[in-house]
Nanobody
Framework: QVQLVESGGGLVQAGGSLRLSCAVS????????MGWFRQAPGKEREFVAA????????YYSDSVRGRFTISRDNAKNTVYLQMTSLLPEDTAVYYC????????????????????WGQGTQVTVSS
């Protein structure tokens, strides 16, 4: 069973930064494409960022590109989301997701494509 546990969420003021972590159980982390999604109350879950098995292949939504950075550390079975220049509209529950990759140089960018999900961590950006 693959389990994902997010951490690092919290309250931060606009313009601040926060780093989210997602620890993945098992020995197959390096075989998974990893993604971050977020969902605000009453809103649809939206794509934030993703990284392929090849960690150099990364994707970002237009709303976070240039502010957020996704990375992975295979030795720690962990994926990170470094968030800077946070805005109130970034407030949401952030979910980590994993998908067993068939192509090491791509990563899904829709939530329906991901097989495993964490329980989420709350990020609140005050204004």
């Amino acid at each position: 069973q693959v389990q994902l546990v997010e951490s690092g969420g919290g309250l931060v003021q606009a313009g601040g930064s926060l780093r989210l972590s997602c620890a993945v159980s098992g020995r197959t982390f390096s075989s998974y494409a990893m993604g971050w999604f977020r969902q605000a109350p009453g809103k649809e879950r939206e794509f934030v960022a993703a990284v392929a098995v090849n960690g150099g292949i990364r994707y970002y939504s237009d709303s976070v590109r240039g502010r957020f950075t996704i990375s992975r550390d295979n030795a720690k079975n962990t994926v990170y989301l470094q968030m800077t220049s946070l805005l109130p509209e970034d407030t949401a529950v952030y979910y980590c997701s994993a998908d067993l990759a068939s192509n090491p140089v791509v990563a899904p960018r829709t939530w329906r494509e991901y097989e495993y999900w964490g329980q989420g961590t709350q990020v609140t950006v005050s204004s």
